[in-house]
Structure formats: C-alpha cells, structure tokens
C-alpha cells in the first residue's frame, strides 16, 4: 500500500494548482488523473484568460498548464504523480482504491484534495440523442486537442462564455456558425466574447431555443423558435436551420461521486451547477480531512479554480502541521484573490450561492 | 475532416505517424496522438453504435470520458469509453451490439 500526506483527486487547474501550494509548505502530495496527462480542460483553452496576473491573465490556457507542470518542478521531491489513475472508492479506514494503468492500487492518505471538476449538462428536446448533438466542451476537446472538425455546419445552443468561445473557435477550425441560441433575454457571456463573433456575422438569438433535432441516423438540421417573457414557445416563429451539428452549451454540473461516496454533506445549489459539498472558510468538508476546490467545489472558472487549489493546499497541509509562519499570510492572499474574481454581475450569482453552503466555523 | 489551418494552434498533421485500425472489418487510418474517437470521426463516422434497448443511433457527447455515449467493443473488450482510449496501430473496433459481454 502506498501512503502519503495529501491525496489530490484531478490534475486539472485546482488539482495542480493544490499540489503546487501544498508541497511549497512541505506536504508529500500524490496526484491521482485518470487522463494520461496533466492539465485537465485547460489543455484545450485556445483563448486568452481574464482576471489579474496572479491569475495568469492574457496567457492562453494551454499555456499555463504548461506553466503549472513547470511549477510543479520545483517541487518534484515532494509531487508523485499518477496519471491513468481512476479513482474508484474511499474505504471506512481511509484507503483510498484505484485502478492505475488497468491494475488495482491502494493508497493511504491523511488528507484529500477533491478537485474533480464538472461535466457538460444536457438538455431535452425531441432527437437529443442523435450523433452530431455534442457538448460545446467536447467539440473543444475534438477541434483543439485532436484537430478534428465537428463538421461543417454548426448551432450553438447557449450564449454564456463557453458557447461564445467555442463559437468563435469552431470558426477558428474553418467551421461556420449558423447562430447562438439563449433562451434567457439577454446573453449570459461576456459582452467582449459576444462582440467578437457577432463581428464576425454569426447572429445571437436570446429569447430563442431548439424546437427539435432533425435526422436519422445522425443530425440534419435543426428548428428553433422564439420564447416569450414567461419563457413560453411562440406558435409561428419557427425557423429550420440547414445544420449538422448541434452544440449544448449550458453550464456545467460538478462532478460529486466520490463526494456522496465518502459521505460529504450535500446541498443542491443551482448557482452553483447543481449538488456541492458543504465546505467551511477553508474548503474542508462535513467529512474530517477531506478538502474541495475547483468546479467540483461550484462551477465557476479555471481563474477562481485554481486560486482555489492554492487555498485549499495550504489548508490541508496546515492542517498537518506545515507552514505556520506563511500559512494566515497566504490564506488572507487566496481569499482576497477570490473575492476580487467574483466582484461584477457574474461572481454575485457566485457569492449567492457559496453563502448558502460556506459554514463559518470549522468541522470539528 | 482534419483542420489543416489554424490561427493558434499546429497540428503538423502531415508529420504525425499514421495509425491502421480496422473498424466494422474494414481498414481505417488515424494519426498518432488521435483516440479511437477522434480518428473515427476524422473519417467521417459518427454513428458509434445503437441503443441496446430502442435502437437508436449513438454518438460521442463529452468527449472526456465522463457520459459513456461511445461504447464500443476494442480488442475484444467491451464497453470501452473510445472517446479517451488512444488509437494503437492495429486495434479492432468493433460496434458494440446489446450492452457488450465479457469474454
């Protein structure tokens, strides 16, 4: 059996992003990816990052994985890293079991890191299911990381940031966008992303959703009409879009298994993408030594994910003994970083929903 | 349908290694770096396999392994998420009828 301090579950923003805070004290830390390599969504961010330079901003987000593997460098006697580790459970006495490079492995840590992200939420509509229907995140993944186009004739269902980036990209990758649809009346994403593919000619419909998917055997095309205030169809404002195909981009949900698995205390915050954990100021849980950051803590975005990690790094190796002289310093630095990201319109939706699952005291 | 120009990124395809799988019995090419997925898709199949129960076409939907919409049957393998297993020369893949057995 293997043992260590610090178990971080994702090698994605927040899972590095820990790995690197917590080592810096002096924690022995394992990352446990179940990718083959480390970077997690960021591997396949074309786009230039916001927020301020503790936060990589104007650096595409490729690029600071790189720059949070070489990080990791220095502190490589302290960093074991496992990648096509799929972690598959949480034993009553604290070992951990996972399946790494198709065999079984058991690790025993004193504290947990979950940074296990989000995925893509669905949504219903007649034909939903029909090949040519894909996550925004996932023709991201096949345009950037492999270079495949998803086809030639794109609609975009939702216009928060990642429908208007993945837009924008897939016409980047020669593939035209016919529209963005949103059904809420105005657009969720950044107005400097929508403003960029609306020069570019693709319309962006708010008010709008998909009436049905059209095809047999894969999509080919698609209806769409217009909502009213009450978010009611219109009879009447159909229109057929010559498509092939359909992009779902709205919002994401964090990715909790192991969470309910090891017994967290859940809560359903729709602010937040969904069921998260109860976590105090330091993003431990109900659950002793069990930490979360990132998406899977609340969807937000890579920026706040990985101050996240760094928060939550240094917690759980404070809460070993590690770095005591640095640790209110670093920690008042995390909190401030994070409170800064979530000012603006967006980060209020954010903060809402974080005060209904941040308990002030720590578990006992 | 490979891009071949890209403002940011490079994918040099034409120095990347070609990658021979045979899909459904016939012969099929991807490039080194590719899933089963990718390369699938880079020739133009997208239907992966049917719902076991009603039918219906199936594809990828996430890509990264979390939704399990592209099961098929790799090497004899049932069941395998092709949209994170990374294309090896010679597999074969297989659409996958009912929910896979184990051999």
Redesign the interface.
Known sequence: MITTEIAIIGGGPAGLSAAISAASLGAKVAILE???RLGG?LIKQ?HKFFGSEKQYAST?GFDIAKILEEEMEKYKDKIDIYTNATVLGLYEDGVLTIEHNKKYMKMKPEKIIVATGA??K?LSFPNN???????A???Q???????????NNVLMVGAGNIGLIVSYQLM???VRVKAIIDAAPQIGGYLVHASKVRRAGVPILVSHTIKRAHG???VEGATIWQLDERWQPIEGTEKYLDVDVICISVGLSP?TEFLWQAGCEMKYIPELGGHVAIRDENLETSVNGIFIAGDVAGVEEASSAMVEGRLAGICAANSLGYGDDRFEELRRDYTEQLKSLRSGPVGAKIVSGLSKVTVKKQFA | MRIEEHPILSFENEKRKKIKFIFDGKEYEGLEGDTIASALHAAGVKVLGHHYANNRPRGFYCAIGNCSSCLMTVDGEPNVRICVEELKEGMVVETQKGKGELK
């Open positions: 179940r990718d083959g969504q074309t595409r995925s893509e669905f299911d029909l090949p040519g229907i894909y996550g995140g996932a023709v993944t096949l345009m950037n990381e492999y270079g495949v186009k998803p086809g980047q990758a020669g047999k055997e894969s990715l």
